[in-house]
């Protein structure tokens, strides 16, 4: 009976950990820290912004998110995961802060642009920098939703 009882945690041991390599957990959504989820953009979301924040979403963007801002960039069929779709509720429901976090920080196949963001090398943790720059891009994504937000 001990036998038994033996092979049959082996067996469901065994199953696990094959079933593991078949099935790998998700991905652990990016874990926004406290203090950028409530920071608002000092960057009012005029034309101007958002202007330059097309051109700066261009450079920085477009070879993976693409024009539509569907994830459908040139490059986004080499990655092994999608970018992510700017026109979704989900996204758009983001902080701009948050938004501000995952582009500094990037995840998974996306780089992290805190420090390649001009101007933006000695930000300060938790704050949009000393430049328009993360703002306006922020401004410029938030048109990719089914109506602009203006924060």
Known sequence: ????????????????????????????????????????????????????????????????????????????????????????ESFQSQSDGALLYKIYSGHSEMPGFKKRIPGNQDAMEGSFGKTRIPGDIINYVRTFGPHIQHH
């Open 1 to 88: 009976m001990m036998k038994k009882i033996m092979f049959l945690i082996g067996v469901a041991v065994f199953t696990t950990t094959v079933l593991s390599f078949y099935y790998p957990n998700q991905e652990d959504p990016w874990k926004v820290p406290e203090h950028y989820d409530k920071l608002k953009n000092p960057v009012p979301s005029d034309e101007a912004s958002v202007a330059s924040g097309k051109e700066l979403y261009n450079y920085f963007c477009l070879s993976c998110h693409g024009n539509d801002g569907k994830g459908s960039g040139k490059r986004a069929y080499k990655l092994n995961n999608t970018p992510t779709d700017f026109t979704t």
